[in-house]
């Protein structure tokens, strides 16, 4: 069965550094997403990607995050400054088209920023 | 903006009992999607139900089954014959029915626990 695919699994990064998540959607998949969630807490979205761009940003993706799909089958995020708050799970979503059509979440990167 | 508020931060229940979890939401959007996502420890999340807001008939499948209330806006989920492998956290969700790249909209989510 497809999956979107999320990597590394775990990273640790110093403060001020910055880090890349990777992603790889299903493969004919149009639509593509980074959510996060801060520890106990739940699952908030940052950015949606379309067309190869940008589609909608939430107030959380500032100047210091980008995303880019360099290839046509890799999705990352990037931070370009890390700061102590963005510690969290991020997830990766894709979804085959619009409408109500389900997402499919990889099993996350949990990014530790110290 | 859409707001999705699930009440119950914890619940327990013994196996094979049959639980609900609660979930509300607000907005202003009449065509619009919900689910219900299950995040094991493993913290992937898998979807677990969806309901299409234009569909008065609540959706199921196999054991999980939901009651949709449009007018109350509220979204609950029914798990019977509750087994181990249920234990997770859930989260309820919002999608606009407008537009593509239409995001989720997730609650505070319930940790449910199925005890043997």
């Known amino acids: 069965e497809p999956e979107v695919t999320q990597t590394p699994s775990h990273q640790v990064t110093q403060m001020g550094q910055e880090v890349i998540l990777r992603c790889v959607p299903i493969?004919?998949?149009?639509?593509f997403y980074w959510y996060r969630q801060i520890l106990g807490q739940k699952v908030e979205f940052l950015v949606s990607f379309y067309n190869n761009e940008i589609s909608e940003k939430s107030e959380i993706f500032d100047d210091q995050f980008s995303v880019e799909r360099p290839d046509g089958s890799n999705f990352t995020l990037k931070i370009r400054s890390t700061k102590l708050e963005d510690s969290a799970m991020y997830f990766c979503?894709?979804?085959?088209?619009?409408?109500?059509?389900?997402?499919?979440f990889g099993q996350g990167t949990r990014l530790t920023v110290v | 903006a859409q707001t999705v508020t699930q009440s119950q931060p914890e619940m327990s229940v013994q196996e094979a009992e049959t639980v609900t979890l609660s979930c509300t939401y607000d907005?202003?959007?009449?065509?619009?999607?919900l689910f219900w996502y299950k995040q094991p420890p493993s913290r992937q999340m898998i979807l677990v139900i969806r309901?299409?807001?234009?569909?008065?008939q609540n959706a199921t499948e196999n054991r999980f089954s939901v009651n949709f209330q449009k007018a109350a806006k509220s979204f609950s989920l029914k798990i019977s014959d509750s087994q181990l492998g249920d234990t997770a956290m859930y989260f309820c969700a919002f999608m606009k029915h407008v537009g593509g790249a239409q995001k989720l909209v997730f609650g505070q989510g319930t940790r449910l626990t199925i005890n043997p």
């Open positions: 493969s004919n998949h149009l639509y």
């Open positions: 309901q299409e807001a234009y569909k008065q």
């Open positions: 907005t202003s959007e009449n065509n619009y999607y």
């Open positions: 979503a894709s979804r085959l088209s619009g409408g109500g059509t389900e997402a499919f």
